[in-house]
């Protein structure tokens, strides 16, 4: 209906029960018809004059939230008849308290929304019809970017982790579950599956994912290290204890077997004994390691101190530590007694891998290789390196010479008094200073390990450190 048709029709009724009083009194008798009709003319034409304005004002305040609807640009307000005008202002307050209210729910939203974007853990948003309505940058980084929209089942397919998923969506507040993915690569995972009440951005419930692969490979290696160390504990022991018996029983008034024995025995304890050191030496420095040190010691000074207890052992081998230190090197942070055992692991290994008669070539250079423990705009320290000519060491077992018990030739090592922790705690007072630690090799060849230190923060030497 339009404006002029709505302003008649409202003013007849409005009028109505004046007409109707009117009708009344002209059946009755107390007024004739003509005045009665002229009454109910003036009646009408006076209302429908004051209706128009009133009628005209609402019709046109409803094609002004019809344009902004269609957002057209909002009509001045002094083009608004007065009638009207009020009833304007107030509906503009009105949507602009709805308007802020929507623009902080939004923000409120984002706010959400980029804090589950950010979270490290790979999360997801269900349906109640276990579609994923929305995933975090850490799931898709998991899962691939076009899973929104897809079956959790096309996801993720684990039946333990569907299960747990559809028994939340029946009704249960939260199920957890562990798991293993293998591909793309091998993952240890647990799943968190949460109902969401009152459901949120149409997700019926949250799955967020927990990395348990570094733990559970932390928890492996300490198993693993406890079962290494016990069993080469318990090789020397069991010799031991079978000496004694032998002792006590067959070979009791056997004096050459004895003096044997003994000996075998003394090496046994004396293995033991290396082998305990070694574990207490990784414990502290494992303790340690967070703090790095921060003395200044002279490079030489480290290299003599380790080098000095061995000199009997390469002279009865026929071979010869040969140095050749740069002069002016700074010193380096460090701790002097750790920097003595990495040399004298090193040296010890050249001395029992290298070949009789050869030369143990320790070459120290400034290095020009960036470390975590460098001053800030330094690059680089010292490097040392510790050359020997023996048999070398194939490349594939080169990435894993610093695990703890790992030899290339166990009978080998043993044969030669070594417990397989040389290299890794050499590896560990390396990393605690903050410096770096390579090993190179050709068989046939020899080996080549290199430390490199960062330089010390204050030139100042420190007693005990100077040459
Ligand atoms: P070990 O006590 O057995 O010497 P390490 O941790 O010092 O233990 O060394 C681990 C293994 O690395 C050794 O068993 C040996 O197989 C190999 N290795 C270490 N140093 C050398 C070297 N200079 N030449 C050849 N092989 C080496």
Do not use: C
Not at 111 to 124: C, G, Q
């Amino acid at each position: 209906m339009n404006t002029p048709a709505r302003v008649l029709v409202g003013g007849l009724v409005t009028a109505l029960p004046v007409l109707f009083v009117l009708a009344v009194l002209v059946l009755g008798g107390w007024l004739a018809p003509v005045p009665a009709l002229v009454a109910a003319a003036v009646v009408y034409a006076g209302i429908t004059l004051l209706l128009a304005p009133l009628i005209g004002g609402v019709a046109g305040v409803r094609g002004a939230l019809d344009r902004m609807a269609a957002n057209e640009p909002a009509p001045e307000v002094q083009s608004l008849s007065p009638s009207v005008r009020d009833l304007w202002l107030a509906l503009g307050r009105w949507a602009r308290s709805v308007r802020a209210e929507i623009r902080a729910r939004d923000s409120a939203l984002e706010s959400a929304r980029s804090v589950l974007a950010t979270l490290p853990e790979p999360l997801l948003l269900l349906d109640a019809a276990r579609r994923v309505v929305r995933a975090n940058t850490a799931a898709t980084a998991l899962f691939g970017e076009r899973i929104e929209g897809r079956d959790l089942a096309g996801v993720l397919r684990h039946p333990a982790v569907l299960t747990a998923t559809d028994q939340v969506l029946k009704g249960e507040t939260t199920r957890t579950v562990e798991f293993e993915l293998t591909s793309p690569v091998e993952r240890h995972l647990r799943a968190v599956v949460a109902r969401l009440t009152p459901e949120a951005e149409g997700a019926a419930a949250v799955l967020v994912l927990h990395d348990l692969t570094e733990l559970k490979r932390a928890e492996r290696l300490r198993a693993d290290f406890v079962a290494n160390a016990s069993h080469e504990l318990r090789t020397p022991l069991a010799t031991l204890v079978g000496f004694i018996e032998t002792l006590r029983g067959p070979a009791r008034e056997d004096t050459s077997a004895r003096d044997r024995f003994l000996g075998i025995m003394a090496e046994q304890a004396a293995r033991m004994t290396r082998l305990v050191e070694d574990l207490l030496s990784l414990s502290r420095i494992e303790m340690n390691e967070h703090r790095a040190p921060t003395e200044a010691v002279r490079i030489e000074n480290a290299l003599r101190q380790a080098a000095d207890p061995l000199e009997p052992r390469a002279k009865a081998r026929g071979m010869r530590f040969v140095f050749d230190v740069a002069p002016d090197l700074p010193p380096v942070a460090g701790d002097l007694d750790e920097l003595v055992q990495v040399f004298q692991n090193l040296f010890d290994n050249a001395l029992k891998y290298g070949d009789q008669g050869t030369a143990i070539e320790i070459v120290a250079r400034p290095s020009s290789r960036a470390l975590s423990g460098a001053r800030p705009g330094e690059r680089g320290g010292v490097a040392i390196a510790v050359r020997d000519h023996g048999a070398g060491i194939a490349h594939e077992h080169i990435p894993r010479l610093t695990e703890r018990f790992y030899r290339v030739d166990a009978a080998r090592s043993r044969a030669l008094g070594g417990t397989g922790l040389g290299l890794a705690i050499v590896k560990h007072i390396v990393s605690h200073h903050r410096g770096a630690f390579e090993i190179d090799s050709e068989l046939g060849q020899g080996s080549v390990f290199t430390v490199h230190l960062p330089v010390a923060a204050s030139q100042k030497i420190t007693a005990g450190t100077v040459a």
